[in-house]
């Protein structure tokens, strides 16, 4: 279970990782205004984080997963 818990928080990093680099660029460029490159931050930065933490911690035997806090 734990490996499938895994590759999926390694999806939802590298979409996380993506969106986020794209508003960047989008927004350096001016194809997007600020506001829109916040909201983009503010709703995909923190499950991006969330989903590192968990592919760190997420082992491949058959232990718990460690709490990683809020």
């Given at each position: 279970?734990?490996?499938?818990?895994?590759?999926n928080?390694?999806?939802?990093?590298?979409?996380?990782?993506i969106?986020?680099?794209?508003?960047?660029?989008?927004?350096?460029?001016?194809?997007?205004?600020?506001?829109?490159?916040?909201a983009?931050?503010?709703?995909?930065?923190?499950?991006?984080?969330?989903?590192?933490?968990?592919?760190?911690?997420?082992?491949?035997?058959?232990?718990?997963?460690?709490?990683?806090?809020?």
């Open positions: 279970m734990n490996g499938r818990l895994k590759h928080a390694g999806k939802l990093v590298a979409a996380g990782v969106v986020c680099g794209s508003a960047f660029v989008l927004h350096g460029y001016g194809w997007i205004p600020f506001w829109v490159f916040a983009v931050i503010v709703l995909t930065f923190p499950p991006a984080v969330l989903a590192l933490f968990l592919l760190w911690m997420a082992d491949e035997g058959e232990g718990d997963i460690p709490f990683i806090g809020y």
